[in-house]
């Protein structure tokens, strides 16, 4: 079993959805907990950052985290076609240093 | 941008030659990390530096070397590339990782 595990996609959605996008991981030493997201033919990009369960709200971005369940979650609100991009979840585990272990990413894409 | 660049952005080469990948960052981050993203496995971590000098093995380092002479440069070494090898390389820096825009490689 992988440590971290992330539905591949692809994911297509119309304007404005909202978008869910989910991880689940099995050691319940991980705290630290992020987004990125992946243009293609470049490199990722932080979205969001959290060490804690519960949500966090970025603008039209929430991360969310149930440390009860190792699951987390990544909603957007009113999507767009900018949007559209590969979606890969991180987690850290405290102690660990600097050490991520990635998801393989979600593939989304946002349709006019 | 995070000031992190990496050379080439692209390289094609052959199997058992030396390769050498490099990371520059203007940040002045202590950390430095070594990607590889291949279709079905995502980001993983090759090697990673902690300081000048201060390097440890990531999950996939076999086959591989890196050196961090200067806080700035952390260079990722192939000995004798394989096929293997083929994939597309990123440099990480800082706590949170920001990411370079990342290496083709492609070894025939």
């Known amino acids: 079993q992988k440590e971290v595990e992330q539905d591949p996609g692809p994911l297509s959605v119309p304007e404005g959805a909202i978008v869910s996008l989910n991880c689940t991981y099995s050691n319940s030493a991980f705290q630290y907990f992020m987004w990125y997201r992946q243009y293609s033919r470049k490199g990722p990009e932080l979205l969001m950052y959290?060490?804690?369960?519960g949500n966090k709200e970025d603008g039209r971005f929430t991360a969310q985290v149930d440390k009860s369940s190792k699951y987390i979650s990544l909603f957007i609100r009113d999507s767009q076609p900018s949007d559209s991009a590969t979606y890969l979840c991180?987690?850290?585990?405290?102690?660990?240093?600097?050490?991520?272990?990635f998801g393989t990413g979600t593939q989304l894409k946002v349709e006019l | 941008d995070a000031g992190i660049t990496q050379s080439p952005r692209h390289k094609v080469t052959e199997t058992g030659t030396p390769v050498t990948l490099r990371c520059h960052q203007t940040e002045n981050h202590r950390y430095m990390y070594w990607y590889r993203q291949d279709p079905g496995h995502g980001l993983r971590l090759i090697h990673y530096?902690?300081?000048?000098?201060?390097?440890d093995k990531g999950e996939v380092s076999d086959g591989y070397s890196v050196s961090r002479s200067k806080t700035e440069d952390f260079l990722l070494t192939l000995e004798s590339a394989t096929s293997s090898q083929t994939s597309v390389y990123f440099c990480a820096i800082g706590d949170t990782q920001y990411f370079g825009p990342g290496t083709r490689l492609t070894v025939l």
């Open positions: 530096s902690y300081g000048v000098k201060d390097t």
């Open positions: 959290t060490y804690s369960s």
């Open positions: 991180a987690i850290n585990p405290e102690g660990g240093g600097n050490k991520l272990t």
